[in-house]
Structures are given as C-alpha cells and as structure tokens.
C-alpha cells in the first residue's frame, strides 16, 4: 500500500514570497490532516479536512494561510506572503475516518526554509 | 485550553538501561494516542489508550493510561540504539487533539 506522498521536499524561499505544498493521502482515506512542526517541537495541527469538507482550522493563521482539498483527494497548502517564523517542516497526514481515535498516517513533510 | 506536558524533555540512557516518558494533561482525556519520529523522520503510531487504567505492551514498550484519564507513561525495557527518537503523546479531549511536546530519546551504545 502507497503512503501518503508530499511534494516538495525542500523549499527554500525568501520572506515575502508565496509557496505551495502538495500532498496526497493513502488512498480511500477520508480525512487529511495539515500540521506544522517546528525545530524542537510537536506537530501543531493546522486544518483537517474530512473528504473535501474543513472540520478544523482553528490554528490556522488565515492571513497568510490556505488550503484546499477540493475534490477530496489531495490537498494543497499554500503560504502568501512566508515570514521567517513559517520556516517548519509542514506534515500531511491521513487517516480513514474521521474521528480523533483514528491512526494518522504521516507523509515525509516538506521541510521550508525563509530566509 | 487544553495543558498537555510531557517529560522529560530529553534523555540520554545507556544501551540497555530503560526508559520511561510521561504526558500529564490538566484536563479528562478521551483518548491518548503515542507515536514514533525517528532523526529527520515523520511520526510514526504506535498504540492508542481509550480505557481508565488500561496497559497494553509491544515487545519492549508498555504504555499505560492513569486511572483519571488525565496521564499516560511509555516505558522502555533495555533500550537498544534503535529506539532512538522522539517520543510523542498525543491526546484527545472533547473535540481537540493535540501533539505533546515529545521525549528525545538518545542512547548511547
């Protein structure tokens, strides 16, 4: 069975400018998960998406933060305009139901850098 | 808002000695869930608690889950260089879920 897949793997960009994450989740995996991670610390959980339906993005900073997952399959997070402190690895995670005792399923994460 | 501490923040053991983490919520847990992040990696699951009281094993590792439902622990037996990692709790109340800010575990052969 295929993970969840995630591109890029590495961004380097500077302040100001715009980015966009890609993922796609294990497939027939009804819930999407976006989290940020910083250096030293756990995954804060940023939007989940339940088929292509938001249930949370109260940690979301939609000033500069958005995603989509618009036909329920893979999503995408975009950054407009980055600041430093978004530098992070940036994790999709899946799971099959939605529900807080589901197992999620991490991809590799995309590690950006803001200089 | 939900208070979730887990300690320690780090550890260093040698090969074979044991470890244990402990996550401590201020508040009644529905579930606690732990996962796995190896250097560079992504979390990986390991187990979920639902029940008071509950203990379950893995090999190596026993998690357990507090009578109030308000911490859980992870415990090692004669680590080896593989269970190097960081360790996370991560639980649920209400309607929110949380990531603990993680064990980093090194041992040291």
């Known amino acids: 069975e295929a993970g969840v897949a995630q591109s890029p793997r590495y961004k380097i960009i500077e302040k100001r400018q715009s980015v966009a994450f890609w993922c796609n989740p294990i497939?027939?995996?009804?819930?999407l998960y976006w989290y940020q991670q910083i250096l030293g610390q756990g995954p804060k959980l940023l939007i989940q998406?339940?088929?292509?339906?938001?249930?949370?993005d109260s940690q979301l900073p939609k000033d500069r933060f958005s995603a989509e997952r618009l036909k329920g399959v893979d999503s995408t997070l975009k950054i407009q305009p980055a600041k430093l402190e978004d530098s992070a690895v940036y994790l999709c995670?899946?799971?099959?139901?939605?529900?807080?005792?589901?197992?999620?399923?991490f991809g590799p994460g995309t590690r950006l850098l803001v200089l | 808002g939900q208070q979730v501490m887990q300690i320690p923040q780090y550890q260093h053991v040698q090969e074979g000695e044991d470890f244990t983490t402990y996550c401590n919520s201020s508040?009644?847990?529905?579930?606690i869930q732990w996962y796995k992040q190896r250097p560079g990696g992504h979390p990986v699951f390991l187990i979920q608690?639902?029940?008071?009281?509950e203990v379950k094993k893995q090999k190596r590792l026993t998690f357990q889950f507090g009578e109030a439902k308000k911490n859980s622990s992870l415990h090692i037996t004669a680590t080896q260089t593989t269970d190097v990692g960081t360790y996370f709790c991560?639980?649920?109340?209400?309607?929110?879920?949380?990531f603990g800010t993680g064990t980093s575990l090194t041992v040291i052969p």
């Open positions: 991560a639980p649920s109340a209400g309607n929110q879920f949380y």
């Open positions: 608690l639902v029940k008071s009281g």
């Open positions: 998406f339940q088929n292509n339906g938001v249930v949370d």
């Open positions: 508040t009644t847990l529905s579930n």
């Open positions: 497939s027939g995996h009804a819930t």
């Open positions: 995670a899946s799971s099959l139901i939605n529900g807080l005792a589901e197992t999620q399923y």
